[in-house]
C-alpha cells in the first residue's frame, strides 16, 4: 500500500500562483508515475501533468507553459508549481501515484481556488 499526502493549496487571485505537494509513503520502492489531476465544479476529473521515475514529463495543453511538475525521488515527493493562475484552474487536485505493477494510488484531494 502507498498512503499520500498532499498539502499547499489555497485561494489565490488570478495571475498568482501556488506550489503542490505530495508525499508518498510505505510501500514506494516500485513507484514510476507520480502526478496529479484535478476535478473542477461539475466537471470530469482530468489529468494536469506526470512525471516519470526517468524525469519524462507531460502537461495538458491546458496548464503547458503555467505550471512545472518536478519530483525528488529520494524524499519520494512529487511538485506541482503553478503559476499565472486562472479562474477555469479552480478545482479540487488529486495526487496519483502508480507503480510498475499496475496499481494506482490516490490521494485525498486540496482545494485550489483562483478568484478574478
Known amino acids: 500500500q502507498v498512503r499520500l499526502v498532499e498539502s499547499g493549496g489555497g485561494s489565490v487571485q488570478a495571475g498568482g500562483s501556488l506550489r503542490l505537494s505530495c508525499a508518498a509513503s510505505g510501500s514506494t520502492f516500485n513507484i514510476y508515475r507520480m502526478g496529479w489531476n484535478r476535478q473542477g465544479p461539475g466537471k470530469q476529473r482530468e489529468l494536469v501533468a506526470y512525471?516519470?521515475?526517468?524525469?519524462?514529463?507531460n502537461y495538458a495543453d491546458s496548464v503547458k507553459g503555467r505550471f512545472t511538475i518536478s519530483r525528488d525521488n529520494a524524499k519520494n515527493t512529487v511538485y506541482l508549481q503553478m503559476n499565472s493562475l486562472r479562474p477555469e484552474d479552480t478545482a479540487v487536485y488529486y495526487c496519483?501515484?502508480?507503480?510498475?505493477?499496475?496499481?494506482?494510488?490516490w490521494g485525498q484531494g486540496t482545494q485550489v481556488t483562483v478568484s478574478s
Open positions: 496519483n501515484v502508480g507503480n510498475l505493477a499496475g496499481r494506482d494510488y
Open positions: 512525471i516519470t521515475s526517468g524525469g519524462m514529463t
